[in-house]
DNA sequence: TGGTACACGTACCACCTGGTACATGAAGGA
DNA sequence: TCCTTCATGTACCAGGTGGTACGTGTACCA
């Protein structure tokens, strides 16, 4: 029978689970199916009959990455007091592969590579959104909210990429640190625009 | 004659303008030299006997990317009060291309893929050395200048790959906005480390 | 006029690419 | 026991890959 829905099975989970390792590791957009294959000790044969395509088994690691990706953000302290404790979180060596590939992905997002469609959607307003609602709570207006969540995924995600490139947790981290002080602000301050 | 040494001409810097006028919109990472050859009007002959190999183009066009982010940074306003200028600036549609490219060459180098040597080096390095140094000369402590430059530099590429992944100039630029005004702070305050 | 360096095209090479055809063997249910 | 489904391997395919061999026209210079 010929498959015409790539169905899940305990096989492919193992070699999703095995490509995303190796995707960590070596990235993804470059590499032949032959080439992922022999690291990951199978066939492309079986990639393709697995996941239908190369396209296939870049949406399957694309789409996982996302989940980790969520996940991290679900598990995530998220009160603004703790920031600083999710940005020791991210600084750990452990999560660089991650956040290399997942700066990968996204490259090849932004140039509308196949294997893509909607990570971009999810990119900045998947976090924002919970972010901002969370600074709603705490009490700071609409307007103020949306620029903080973005202002700090902004932050973020330029404070990574410095540290991927430099290697240098202790300099980004003191960034960091000194974007957490300029937001402890007089109360009362306007975070809103104009 | 055998050219050991990739010579430049006339005709290599035309082939080179037009192929990274074509990374501009097309990316580099994952096109053949067939591919570039056809769209920039040439044969992939002529990119070998002009670059030396598919990675000497690589080469070549990281460092035109490189040298023009330098002339970006050289020609810009770069005192603090022009932050926003700046930012302007960078906004500006013409240049989204340019920035996407930075970001997929970027992302490339941190997978140590060959002809992106070096570039992580004067990423970081490059932009926070020469803002740091103009902040000390605007009076503020060393080690609060280098957290300065550093967190500018991170809010600035973070919100660019907010701009390029969701094309939100107004929003972006409403979250830039907000970094400026917490940039201004009370005089006397201290933003160094603890 | 002859020589030489450059710029370029055509044709070719071995190798690699994603994808397919087909056989096989193991597991499990009737 | 037979049949089906799943998982897998081997062999193959057409087409694309980076790179090379070789010939050629042109411009300049002695």
């Known amino acids: 029978m010929v498959r015409l829905v790539v169905a899940s099975s305990q096989a492919r989970d193992r070699l999703l689970h095995a490509a995303v390792q190796h995707a960590l590791d070596q990235g993804i ?37 996302e989940r980790r990706e969520r996940e991290r953000l679900g598990t995530a302290p998220l009160s603004v007091a703790d920031a600083r ?4 979180h991210l600084v750990d060596p452990s999560l660089r592969a991650q956040e290399r590939l997942f700066f990968e992905i996204y490259a090849h997002a932004l140039l509308g590579r196949p294997g893509t469609e909607g990570f971009l959607d999810e990119a900045v307003e998947g976090w924002v959104s919970p972010v901002r609602a969370l600074l709603i709570d705490a009490g ?18 330029g404070l990574l990429l410095d ?13 960091f640190d000194l ?9 009362g301050h306007d975070l809103g625009h104009e």
Chains 1, 2 share one sequence.
């Open 179 to 187: 974007f957490t002080r300029l937001l402890d602000l007089p109360s």
């Open 29 to 65: 957009v470059d590499l032949s199916l032959r080439e992922i294959a022999a690291a990951i000790g199978t066939s492309h044969r079986m990639l393709i009959y697995h996941f239908g395509s190369r396209e296939g088994l870049v949406v399957a690691v694309v789409r996982e990455v």
């Open 140 to 157: 700071i207006d609409e307007d103020g909210a949306e620029g903080l969540a973005r202002l700090g995924l902004a932050v973020t995600r």
């Open 85 to 88: 404790r999710r940005w020791d």
């Open 163 to 175: 540290l991927l490139a430099t290697g240098d947790t202790a300099g980004t981290t003191r960034a």
